[in-house]
C-alpha cells in the first residue's frame, strides 16, 4: 500500500491548504517569523491522505522575554536543528 505524504492542514492560517509532510508526526511551517505546528491525524481526506490538526504558534526560539524565561523553555525541533534558540 502507498503511503501519501501530501497532507490536508485543517485550522490554523493555512487550513484547507496542502503540504508534503514526508510522514512526519509533526510539522512545523514557518510564517511571518513565528513557526505553526501541525499535527498529524488518524484520519485521512477524501483523497487518502492524511488530515494533520493546527497545534498552534511558536516563537522559534522558545519563550519570549517578559512572558516567559525564553532560557528555560524548549525550543521548536525545526527551530533548533536549523540553529536558531538560546540555550536548554
Keep these: 500500500m502507498e503511503t501519501k505524504s501530501t497532507a490536508h492542514l485543517i485550522g490554523g492560517p493555512r487550513d484547507g ?3 508534503d509532510t514526508g510522514g ?3 510539522v512545523e511551517i514557518e510564517i511571518d517569523g ?3 505546528r501541525y499535527i498529524r ?3 485521512h481526506h477524501d483523497d487518502g491522505g492524511p488530515l494533520y ?3 498552534g504558534m511558536v ?3 522558545g ?3 517578559g512572558v516567559e524565561d525564553p532560557a528555560a523553555r524548549v525550543v521548536s ?3 533548533d536543528a536549523e540553529g536558531h534558540g538560546g540555550s536548554h
Excluded: C, F, Q, V
Aim: hydrophobic share 25%; net charge negative.
Design 77 to 79: 525541533p525545526r527551530a
Design 63 to 65: 519563550g519570549e522575554p
Design 34 to 36: 513565528m513557526m505553526h
Design 17 to 19: 491548504s496542502t503540504h
Design 24 to 26: 512526519d508526526a509533526l
Design 53 to 55: 490538526n493546527y497545534d
Design 41 to 43: 491525524t488518524t484520519k
Design 59 to 61: 516563537a522559534p526560539d
